[in-house]
């Protein structure tokens, strides 16, 4: 289950997001309306290393993330 933390909504109401894996706040380009996100400029993850509910992660943990998709241990 996951534990949202109440500020949260309201953040998302101003394009930024909070990284559900180091809680870190980032800027979401769909969010806030940019024609694309930055994320848009990495490589997209394979669908089995997102999980439900998670769409998004900051910079730093989606590189890692995608690093991992690319290594496997
Ligand atoms: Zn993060």
């Given at each position: 289950?996951?534990?949202?933390?109440?500020?949260?909504?309201?953040?998302?109401?101003?394009?930024?997001r909070?990284?559900?894996?180091?809680?870190?706040?980032?800027?979401?380009?769909?969010?806030?309306g940019?024609?694309?996100?930055?994320?848009?400029?990495?490589?997209?993850?394979?669908?089995?290393r997102?999980?439900?509910?998670?769409?998004?992660?900051?910079?730093?943990?989606?590189?890692?993330?995608?690093?991992?998709a690319?290594?496997?241990?």
């Amino acid at each position: 289950m996951m534990n949202v933390p109440p500020e949260q909504s309201d953040e998302q109401a101003h394009g930024t997001r909070v990284c559900a894996q180091c809680g870190a706040p980032f800027r979401c380009g769909m969010l806030a309306g940019d024609a694309a996100c930055w994320c848009a400029t990495l490589p997209a993850l394979p669908l089995d290393r997102l999980r439900p509910g998670v769409s998004c992660l900051c910079p730093a943990c989606l590189a890692r993330e995608i690093e991992r998709a690319a290594r496997p241990d």
